[in-house]
């Protein structure tokens, strides 16, 4: 049985699928408590569902793309069931960087967002950096910054760990200006993609099951 917070059909709003209709299955439960966490109420909120139930709703919506979110997904270890009977799908898995993603090898067609936390986040400690080394080049390293302290630390940290995957940034929302980030990255000839949040943009950005 999995623990289900929502499933709910959207477009990705940030990374590499950004602006494609994907359907979202967040799992409830995280292991951190991140200052800047827009799913709070993912940490506890949610209903048992079995794998069949939850593989039946994401047929209903027709497509074939999916993201699996939380909370953190990686913490259920009936993730892996559910990945098997998404073979044909376009899988991406939203992980916050602090459970050793080796225990989920992934086919293909199925990719990693890797979110690792920056200073700001209060959750900088949390990261497993052994994940760089298991990352594959369609893969996606997810750096959300809200301080010139943040973005210090992410230059560092590339510099130091990164070997494949995409490299996306973007703002904490409504904490600092993208610009800001924009004019970092180019001084320092960074080749990496800027981001904004979408969906807090297009809806409300307290709004659920966007």
Request: glycine share 6%.
């Amino acid at each position: 049985m999995l623990k289900i917070n929502e499933i709910f059909l959207s477009i990705q709003g940030e990374g590499i699928s950004t602006g494609y209709p994907t359907i979202f299955v967040r799992l409830t439960g995280c292991n951190l408590s991140c200052s800047y966490c827009d799913t709070v109420y993912s940490h506890h909120e949610g209903s048992l569902m079995s794998v069949e139930e939850v593989v039946s709703q994401i047929k209903t919506y027709g497509y074939k793309r999916v993201c699996l979110t939380g909370g953190e997904p990686l913490l259920q270890d009936e993730v892996r069931v559910l990945l098997s009977r998404l073979e044909d799908y376009e899988v991406n898995i939203e992980t916050n960087g602090s459970i050793d993603i080796n225990k989920f090898p992934l086919n293909p067609k199925h990719r990693y967002t890797m979110d690792i936390k920056a200073p700001s986040s209060g959750a900088s400690n949390s990261i497993f950096y052994e994940n760089f080394t298991n990352l594959r080049k369609n893969d996606e390293i997810k750096i959300v910054i809200g301080s010139r302290e943040d973005y210090l630390w992410m230059r560092e940290i590339i510099k130091k760990f990164h070997q494949l995957g995409v490299i996306t940034v973007s703002p904490v929302f409504g904490e600092i200006d993208p610009q800001k980030i924009i004019n970092w990255i180019l001084e320092d000839n960074l080749d990496l993609r800027f981001q904004l949040q979408i969906h807090k943009i297009i809806w409300n950005p307290d709004e659920r099951g966007v």
